[in-house]
Structure formats: C-alpha cells, structure tokens
C-alpha cells in the first residue's frame, strides 16, 4: 500500500501536533516534520529546497506565531511580519513542487470586531478588524487569499479552516504571551496551591467567548482535507471558500472562569479587573457550513478543561523554568 506524505507545519504547536496524533492513526500516512532548527521557515530558499527534496502529497499549514491580547499588542510588527511570510512560503513553494493539496489554518479573528453574531463567512472583509489583533488578522487573511488565489490561476486544491478560540494540550502556558484558558488555568492553579484567596481575571467577564478543544479542531481539519472536491465545492465559494470550525456555543467569560475554578478545585474568590481590555465584545462562529459538510463537535468545555488540566498537571515541570 502506497502511503501519503504528509507534512504537518507547526507540529509541535498545539493545533499541528493534535493533527499529527490523529494522522499517526493511519495506516496509508507517512507523516513528515521538521522542527525550527531543521527548518526556517521564514526562509524562503530553506522552505523550496524542503519540497523539492521531499515528495509531498499533502501540507497541514498550522505554523504561525500566535498570542494573546496582551501579546499581539506587545509585538504588531512580528506578528504581522512572521505570518505572513511563513505562509507565502509555504504556499508558494508548495505549488512550486506540484503538490495538489493543502490545508491553511487561520482565524476567528479574521471577522470584523463589530460583525454580526455568530460571525458566518460572509463577514469576511465587511468592516473594521479587532485592533489588539489586527496585524495577525491581517496576516490570516491574506492566508486565505493566497490559497484562493493559487485555486483559481492554477487549480490547486488549497483550503483554509478557521477555527475559533482554541485550548488543549501542547498550549502555551505562559503567564503573560498566552491566550485567555490556558493563562487562567495556570493563575487558578497556581492560586490553589498557595491558598491564594482571589484570582484577578482581566476585564470585566462580561465578553462572550466561544471555545473548542484542540483535538475536536484536529479532527475537523482532517475532514474537510478529506472531503470529495463535489461536495466541498457545493458549500464554498472560489473566492469565499474558507470553512468556520467551532462549536455554535459561547458562554461568558466570567462562566468561562467558574467553570475553570471547578475543574481546577479552585475555592477563593474570582475578581474581575475592569481596567483591563475586553477585547471584541462578542465572538461566535456561525458553524453551518460545516454541520452542513458532515461534521460536529464533540467536546464540551468542561469535559475539554478536564483533558486539558489533566495534561497541564502531567507536565507541570515543564512550566515551572
């Protein structure tokens, strides 16, 4: 049986290496990786000579430099600068070498700040970004584009998937350049072990956030790669063809944290910092398109926190540098 090469960038990201867990289950896959140090991918002759001396049938486009709020206003111009030229490399090189098949991870934020909920992909390019997030939204727009453009004066088969707020294993918990669960997890945690009486929570807890777990995001991404041309071109659009992944259910972020405080065991007080940014007042994925292509999620948040404490705990030497 003739395996599929299949190279996976960003594998050792939360989202590429939840791709990689579900693509090692199969027998026909040969998967391939390199990490930073064997590839550079903001290089453009490292990344075409990467294809060129590797037979590749399929690319997962998961590398990107990500953050959260407090991280995407700290440093605008690599995010914007390292998005944009991994993705051209690896667009661009991958279209080089012949490969017919290619998968571009992007983002919820993509969508305007004030669109309208839940956000379908008709929003795409309607009104003004997000502006802690911008350069990044920018970026993964332009991710988009590249594969729709590519489609359409070479007819490559280049899709994009744009999952909304993600957690999991293999997160980055970091305790200022992360996003909004794996940061609370680490502070409620933290906060147990030394009988700490409150946690702070920046804002106001009032923004509704929708949130999937990593392996559900994995194994959608796995499905539209995997979906017969037909029918993926009958729910998609040549220059709209980007898919909403998410669950279609938001809570607040201030539940969000309950919710967090009770898998952890955390029994103080949860304080809301008001003087702290909201970020985008609401975010949630009109996901029909996708129901409409056969796929649902499985996880719900508090089964999906309880995963991913469980593998925060397993790995807690790990963070403590």
């Known amino acids: 049986m003739s395996k599929k090469r299949i190279y996976v960038a960003g594998h050792r990201g939360m989202v590429g290496s939840a791709i990689c867990r579900e693509l090692q289950t199969r027998k026909d896959v040969e998967l391939v990786v390199k990490t930073r140090q064997q590839l550079d991918l903001t290089s453009q002759q490292d990344v075409q000579n990467f294809f060129k001396e590797n037979q590749i049938d399929q690319v997962y486009l998961a590398a990107a430099k990500v953050g959260g709020i407090h991280a995407n206003n700290t440093y605008p111009a690599e995010f914007i600068y390292q998005n944009l030229i991994i993705e051209s490399n690896i667009v661009h090189s991958a279209h080089l070498a012949g490969v017919q098949k290619l998968l571009f991870l992007g983002s919820s934020c993509i969508y305007p700040k004030h669109a309208e909920q839940p956000m379908s992909e008709n929003a795409l390019l309607t009104g003004i970004l997000e502006a802690t997030n911008e350069p990044y939204a920018i970026a993964k727009i332009a991710g988009i584009k590249l594969c729709e453009s590519y489609n359409r004066q070479y007819g490559r ?131 029909s398109r996708l129901k409409g292509l056969g796929w649902e999620y499985r996880y719900t948040l508090h089964e999906g926190l309880k995963l991913t404490y469980a593998w925060y705990l397993e790995n807690l030497n790990a963070f403590r540098g």
């Open 157 to 287: 088969d280049y899709r994009s998937v744009m999952p909304t707020n993600l957690y999991g294993m293999n997160d980055n918990f970091h305790p200022d350049n992360s996003h909004v669960i794996p940061a609370l997890l680490r502070r409620f945690h933290e906060a147990k072990e030394n009988s700490s009486p409150e946690v702070v929570v920046w804002g106001t807890g009032k923004p509704m956030r929708e949130f999937l777990y990593v392996d559900d995001m994995a194994a959608a991404s796995i499905h539209v790669m995997e979906l017969d041309d037909e029918i993926y071109q009958s729910k998609t659009q040549p220059m709209l063809s980007h898919i909403n992944v998410g669950t279609g259910v938001d809570c607040s972020i201030r539940e969000m944290a309950e919710t967090m405080a009770t898998v952890v065991g955390y029994k103080g007080n949860i304080v809301f910092d008001a003087t702290k940014p909201d970020g985008t007042p609401r975010k949630l994925m009109d996901v």
